[in-house]
């Protein structure tokens, strides 16, 4: 059997031939968003209120060809940003894409996700997504993540499932049969692949379950490399995700795509059943949906926690209207009524809730151009300026369309 270092030579090799991901240099910022690379998002999705800090460090661990680390500048203006990535090769096209972006700001190094602990300084948010499922570790990977998070820091991970990529697995060993002595060569197991997808009867379940969920992205070589003959790759169930996670020491929050672990969505034609689900625990609960739609759990892509985090309750009207609003960073199409949320789900405001995120808009907007000690406008505040249910208040702020704040009392001067 290989050892660790055999194998992350072999890793680095992949990705030299072929950086990953293929996503084309730009000569200016990346267009629209993923809200999880947002810190005032990703805090409020994890605590339902908006960050104190916004000046904070982040950590994109297994960085590949800087994709993810060009967003991270982007989107978090007052932050730190470093990645660190095995691949020499990749390195090279993360550190030219985002000099070419504008994303100045990026740090590079060129570090196996075991080393993390030879970075100065600890992180506020660590971005692992792709990484932890090809180390010949997961476990002290995300280990030597932890100790690098800071106390109430996020960490945001992503590693694949065994269930929704059965047919992949089918493949990769398909090839790596084929392939014989010249497993290694990956020009040659793509060439392999591809022959091998052109050639068996259209109704292979193989074929059918390529085209139906892969091959737009896998018209590029790079990715269908990355898919088919990856030499490392570990598949998770709930059970060994949650093996890994408890592994890490850290806190699990939640998973970033929260709609497709809701049990309703599957039984919602029985309440018998949806009755029976109630007495299952969260893990067990989670378990039972992937079994039962194993085709739409290709991954996991989850939040952990260095610590506590402060939850907010704005259940009380009177915490509510005291709360400092904000407008979500993440929306496209704002200004206007119509408009795509921060999962880009399509949304259509009232004329009541756009002229009240309008408000909070132009709240925020006065504060940051504002040269003097001018307080925070509260919702109470806005509510004369834009009029609103305090239900629906709750609404935006359950759809993430805005994002609040605590009104911490100010400070007696001394």
């Given at each position: 059997?290989?050892?660790?270092?055999?194998i992350?030579?072999?890793?680095?090799?992949?990705?030299?031939?072929?950086?990953?991901?293929?996503?084309?240099?730009?000569?200016?910022?990346?267009?629209?968003?993923?809200?999880?690379?947002?810190?005032?998002?990703?805090?409020n999705?994890?605590?339902?209120?908006?960050p104190?800090?916004?000046?904070?460090?982040?950590?994109?661990?297994?960085?590949?060809?800087?994709?993810?680390?060009?967003?991270?500048?982007?989107?978090?203006?007052?932050?730190?940003?470093?990645g660190?990535?095995?691949?020499?090769?990749?390195?090279?096209?993360?550190?030219?894409?985002?000099?070419?972006?504008?994303?100045?700001?990026?740090?590079?190094?060129?570090?196996?996700?075991?080393?993390?602990?030879?970075?100065?300084?600890?992180?506020?948010?660590?971005?692992?997504?792709?990484?932890?499922?090809?180390?010949?570790?997961p476990?002290?990977?995300?280990?030597?993540?932890?100790?690098?998070?800071?106390?109430?820091?996020?960490?945001?991970?992503?590693?694949?499932?065994?269930l929704?990529?059965?047919?992949i697995?089918?493949?990769?060993?398909?090839?790596?049969?084929l392939?014989g002595?010249?497993?290694?060569?990956?020009?040659?197991?793509?060439?392999?692949g591809?022959?091998?997808?052109?050639t068996?009867?259209?109704?292979?379940?193989?074929?059918?379950?390529?085209?139906?969920?892969?091959?737009?992205?896998?018209?590029?070589?790079?990715?269908?490399?990355?898919?088919?003959?990856?030499?490392?790759?570990v598949?998770?169930?709930?059970?060994t995700?949650?093996?890994?996670?408890?592994?890490?020491?850290?806190?699990?929050?939640?998973?970033?795509?929260?709609?497709?672990?809701?049990?309703?969505r599957?039984?919602?034609?029985?309440?018998?059943?949806?009755?029976?689900?109630q007495?299952?625990?969260?893990?067990?609960?989670?378990?039972?949906?992937?079994?039962?739609?194993?085709?739409?759990?290709?991954?996991?892509?989850?939040?952990?926690a260095?610590?506590?985090?402060?939850?907010?309750?704005?259940?009380?009207d009177?915490?509510?209207?005291?709360?400092?609003?904000?407008?979500?960073?993440?929306?496209?199409?704002?200004?206007?009524?119509?408009?795509f949320?921060?999962?880009?789900?399509?949304?259509?405001?009232?004329?009541?809730?756009?002229?009240?995120?309008?408000?909070?808009?132009?709240?925020?907007?006065?504060?940051?151009?504002?040269?003097?000690?001018?307080k925070?406008?509260?919702?109470?505040?806005?509510?004369?300026?834009?009029?609103?249910?305090?239900?629906?208040?709750?609404?935006?702020?359950?759809?993430?369309l805005i994002?609040?704040s605590?009104?911490?009392?100010?400070?007696?001067?001394?």
């Amino acid at each position: 059997m290989p050892d660790s270092q055999s194998i992350s030579a072999a890793v680095a090799e992949l990705y030299n031939t072929y950086p990953f991901p293929p996503e084309p240099l730009l000569d200016e910022p990346p267009p629209g968003y993923n809200w999880r690379w947002n810190w005032l998002t990703a805090y409020n999705f994890c605590t339902g209120q908006k960050p104190e800090r916004e000046a904070i460090r982040i950590l994109d661990a297994g960085c590949g060809t800087g994709v993810g680390t060009e967003y991270l500048v982007h989107l978090n203006p007052q932050a730190a940003v470093v990645g660190i990535d095995l691949s020499p090769g990749t390195l090279a096209v993360a550190k030219e894409r985002c000099q070419r972006s504008g994303a100045n700001r990026a740090e590079f190094h060129n570090l196996s996700l075991y080393d993390a602990d030879q970075l100065p300084g600890m992180f506020d948010l660590i971005n692992c997504v792709g990484v932890l499922h090809h180390l010949p570790d997961p476990a002290r990977g995300i280990q030597a993540l932890a100790t690098k998070l800071a106390p109430g820091g996020l960490l945001h991970g992503f590693v694949y499932a065994e269930l929704g990529r059965q047919e992949i697995q089918l493949m990769q060993a398909a090839i790596a049969l084929l392939q014989g002595d010249r497993k290694g060569d990956y020009r040659d197991g793509v060439s392999v692949g591809r022959q091998l997808f052109a050639t068996l009867p259209e109704n292979n379940r193989l074929v059918r379950r390529e085209r139906e969920r892969w091959s737009m992205e896998n018209q590029r070589d790079e990715c269908f490399a990355d898919m088919y003959v990856h030499p490392q790759e570990v598949d998770y169930t709930i059970d060994t995700l949650f093996d890994l996670i408890d592994a890490s020491g850290l806190r699990f929050l939640g998973f970033s795509n929260p709609r497709l672990w809701q049990i309703e969505r599957l039984l919602e034609k029985n309440p018998e059943l949806l009755e029976r689900t109630q007495h299952l625990s969260d893990r067990q609960r989670y378990r039972l949906i992937e079994l039962l739609d194993p085709e739409s759990v290709t991954h996991y892509e989850f939040f952990l926690a260095h610590g506590d985090l402060p939850l907010a309750d704005w259940s009380s009207d009177e915490v509510l209207l005291t709360a400092i609003p904000d407008r979500s960073p993440c929306m496209d199409g704002w200004e206007s009524r119509t408009l795509f949320n921060y999962d880009y789900q399509l949304v259509n405001l009232s004329e009541e809730e756009f002229r009240f995120i309008q408000a909070c808009d132009t709240n925020h907007a006065q504060l940051a151009q504002s040269t003097t000690s001018r307080k925070p406008r509260s919702v109470q505040e806005l509510l004369q300026e834009a009029p609103l249910p305090l239900k629906q208040v709750r609404e935006l702020q359950a759809q993430q369309l805005i994002l609040l704040s605590p009104n911490k009392p100010e400070s007696p001067e001394g």
